[in-house]
């Protein structure tokens, strides 16, 4: 069981505001006291998903929390949209799908940055993805 | 719009990236690049990233991008000081950047860019900053 | 019943709790004499009494997370963590905050004789704001204990993987021992380090030293080889057994573009000569028959 010692929110509506959430992320990262190197793979996890969240998801929320489980603590970050959801799941994290034009690294990739990864979409449903380090 | 200053060095752009650019501030480098590479006829771009303190797909593809841009132009690129924990987590994410040429700092980037585009440009060089001569 | 009141009845016994707490702490014969005197003892159980009560004042709950506790967490945080690296056992950090019962609930008893009903609402208000700074107690006692145990263990890490200059341009690690992957990743992330610091191109990772190669250190040797080239460096792997080899293709390991020599020797011969060096012997025997 873990506790939540803080809760911050962004919206996330407008391409500048990729570069807030890799910021807030950054920050709260340092606060819990993640290694360098885990404060670059979350940072760069969230960078992908905030963008995908903007791109094909049309924009949405971006929650970040700090985690406390006895003395441990962890950082979380939650991206939840209301756009077209996904299909098929398995295959948007599959290494080089992409419906747009990218490299189809961004979902696969976000997964492997960090200690736990989920994600809950339909279609029509929209999408919610959340994403933890643990220090 | 801000736009990320390119400075030139003899044969040679130099790119410092400071910032944490947003996506439309890369693309904007990205096409000032190519541009410059073209009224220049520089042999050689050098792209600092020692401040950045992360690289995603995004920044990764753009990377790639003006590599081979300024190959097409007869130029070479060398992306300079990505720092450890960067490149680590590159790694992870699954970017490897197959065909961009890196360097240590900028002085080895030089040295590198030197070497490829060959002795026909010792001489120019030898006037603009280079510590070894 | 509300925090407080009991912030008032703490105040006006104020003298006489102090007084029994720090005498219950000294009694215990568990105050380490030998590690904090009693003139701080003292010093520190009233400055802690005062924040306890001003926090009461402001807070309506025994939640320590409330932001009128900070004061109250960030002394007994400060306690616990100094306690746990004078070399206090849990049990002794702890009592700073237990021995508190005995005066608390005295104040509380005579503070509502004859009220039966408010005397245990009082006591179960109190049990739990003292429990909670108890367990916050050890929380951070403990979690001071794991950074020094973290500390010692990379340290430790760090001083069984040396990387070392071996000339201009060119470090090496020899790795000796059995990688897990958490140690992997700790050298890799060190030799990383070393390559800017140094400004190295290349550099030489010996594995002569390791018994056996998994799929899992395998992969981190590789991602370190590509991390490496990223920034601008080129590794090469020496010290392959046969038998690692032999695994290493079993497990389908494609050490592919990464340079593998058979011993450092070698490595350091090819690593030379890419970075323009010549070796060269002065005449035959050289040195040795000079006079
Ligand atoms: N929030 C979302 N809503 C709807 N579809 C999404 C969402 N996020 C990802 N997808 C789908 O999953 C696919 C894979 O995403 P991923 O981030 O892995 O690759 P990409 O964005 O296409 O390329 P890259 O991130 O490498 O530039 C996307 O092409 C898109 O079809
Ligand atoms: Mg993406």
């Not at chain 3, 402001?58 to 506790?69: D, M, N, T, V």
């Not at chain 3, 100094?82 to 702890?94: D, H, M, Q, V, W």
């Not at chain 3, 370190?224 to 032999?246: E, F, H, K, Y």
Request: net charge negative; charged share 25%; glycine share 8%.
């Amino acid at each position: 069981m873990s506790t939540i010692l803080k809760t911050e929110k962004l919206d996330v509506s407008e391409e500048q505001h990729i570069v807030a959430v890799r910021q807030a992320v950054r920050r709260l990262a340092l606060e819990i006291k993640l290694s360098l190197v885990d404060q670059t793979k979350i940072v760069t996890a969230a960078s992908e998903l905030a963008r995908n969240l903007l791109i094909y998801g049309g924009g949405g929320e971006v929650i970040l929390r700090t985690l406390s489980a006895g003395i441990r603590h962890g950082l979380k970050v939650e991206f939840i949209d209301e756009g077209p959801g996904i299909e098929d799941l398995e295959l948007a994290l599959r290494d080089g799908f992409t419906s747009g034009g990218g490299m189809g690294l961004g979902l696969g990739g976000a997964k492997r940055l960090v200690n736990e990864f989920e994600i809950d979409s339909a279609p029509g449903r929209g999408t919610r993805i959340g994403i933890t380090r643990w220090k | 719009m801000d736009r990320i200053p390119i400075l030139t060095m003899g044969q040679f752009l130099l790119v410092t990236i400071q910032v944490d650019m947003h996506d439309r501030l890369a693309m904007a480098l990205q096409d000032d690049l190519t541009t410059r590479i073209t009224t220049s006829r520089a042999k050689g771009v050098l792209i600092d990233i020692s401040s950045l303190e992360i690289v995603d797909s995004f920044i990764g593809r753009m990377l790639g991008n003006i590599s081979s841009m300024a190959r097409v132009l007869g130029a070479e690129a060398v992306v300079v000081g990505m720092q450890p924990a960067v490149a680590i987590t590159l790694v992870e994410l699954g970017l490897s950047l197959d065909g961009v040429h890196t360097a240590l700092d900028v002085e080895k980037g030089m040295q590198l860019l030197r070497r490829y585009i060959g002795a026909e440009f010792e001489e120019s060089l030898s006037d603009v900053d280079d510590p070894e001569n | 019943m509300s925090l407080s009141k009991l912030s008032e009845i703490l105040n006006a016994d104020r003298t006489r709790l102090l007084a029994e707490w720090v005498s219950y702490q000294n009694e215990s014969g568990q105050v380490r004499g030998d590690l904090i005197t009693e003139r701080e003892l003292t010093r520190e159980s009233e400055q802690f009494f005062e924040l306890l009560r001003e926090a009461l004042g402001r807070e309506s709950s025994a939640e320590l997370h409330r932001p009128g506790y900070k004061g109250v967490r960030d002394f007994l945080g400060e306690l616990s963590r100094s306690r746990s690296r004078l070399g206090f056992t849990p049990s002794e950090t702890a009592l700073f905050i237990l021995s508190m019962k005995r005066p608390v609930f005295g104040a509380v008893q005579r503070a509502f004789a004859g009220d039966a009903a408010g005397q245990a609402a009082a006591l179960w208000m109190a049990t739990e704001l003292l429990d909670n700074l108890g367990l916050f107690t050890m929380e951070t006692f403990m979690e001071a204990r794991e950074e020094v145990i973290k500390g010692q263990q990379s340290d430790m890490l760090e001083l069984s993987t040396p990387v070392v200059q071996l000339w201009d341009g060119i470090v090496a690690l020899p790795l000796i021992g059995t990688l897990d992957s958490n140690r992997t990743s700790i050298v890799m992330e060190t030799l990383l380090q070393v390559i800017v610091q140094t400004r190295s191109e290349i550099a030489i990772i010996d594995i002569t030293g390791v018994p056996t190669v998994d799929t899992q250190v395998a992969q981190h040797l590789l991602k370190t080889v590509a991390a490496a080239r990223l920034m601008g460096a080129d590794c090469i792997i020496s010290g392959i057994r046969p038998q690692i080899a032999q695994t290493m293709v079993h497990l389908q390991i494609d050490l592919g573009n990464v340079i593998t020599k058979a011993t450092m020797a070698e490595a350091l011969r090819t690593a030379m000569h890419r970075s323009g060096f010549v070796v060269t012997r002065k005449s035959a025997g050289g040195l040795l028959h000079q006079k």
